[in-house]
């Protein structure tokens, strides 16, 4: 249920590029919305610190808006930016039904996107997925 705007800059630096972050990205095709499941619940996981919670929705990708990207252009995406850190503007699923049923665009400069401090891995993990971020 909605009450007000959970929008959030998240932003993450891998430590190696094929360092998994700790989510994973999902499609959902007949809403054409992207959104995450955190794969480590674990205090030491990059999107955790980072600020993400499952089931967000993924709006932006490093400043660019992939709500139009189908599953394999949001992944090439992913796959050709590993080198760099990530950056997601992300929102809790009542603030995108909220957004989106009010015919509300989302941006980088809505007043109510909380800014949160970027985390930096502090660690190295070898094992890298296609789907996993």
Same mark, same amino acid.
């Given at each position: 249920?909605?009450?007000?705007? =959970?929008?959030? +800059?998240?932003?993450?630096? !891998? @430590?190696?590029?094929?360092?998994?972050?700790?989510?994973?990205? *999902?499609?959902?095709?007949?809403?054409?919305?992207?959104?995450?499941?955190?794969?480590? =619940?674990?205090? +030491?996981?990059?999107?955790? !610190? @980072?600020?993400?919670?499952?089931?967000?929705?993924?709006?932006? *990708?490093?400043?660019?808006?992939?709500?139009?990207?189908?599953?394999?252009?949001?992944?090439?995406?992913?796959?050709?930016?590993?080198?760099?850190?990530?950056?997601?503007?992300?929102?809790?699923?009542?603030?995108?039904?909220?957004?989106?049923?009010?015919?509300?665009?989302?941006?980088?400069?809505?007043?109510?996107?909380?800014?949160?401090?970027?985390?930096?891995?502090?660690?190295?993990?070898?094992?890298?997925?296609?789907?996993?971020?």
């Amino acid at each position: 249920m909605y009450t007000n705007d =959970d929008i959030r +800059l998240c932003t993450m630096q !891998r @430590a190696i590029p094929q360092q998994k972050m700790g989510l994973k990205n *999902f499609y959902f095709a007949s809403k054409r919305f992207h959104y995450i499941t955190l794969t480590e =619940d674990l205090p +030491l996981s990059l999107a955790l !610190r @980072a600020g993400i919670k499952s089931y967000d929705r993924i709006i932006f *990708f490093n400043g660019v808006n992939i709500e139009d990207d189908t599953f394999d252009q949001f992944m090439h995406r992913i796959d050709i930016e590993r080198h760099l850190p990530v950056q997601m503007l992300v929102c809790s699923p009542a603030t995108y039904e909220h957004y989106k049923a009010n015919k509300k665009p989302f941006h980088c400069d809505l007043p109510t996107i909380q800014r949160l401090k970027p985390v930096y891995a502090t660690s190295s993990n070898k094992a890298a997925s296609k789907h996993h971020l």
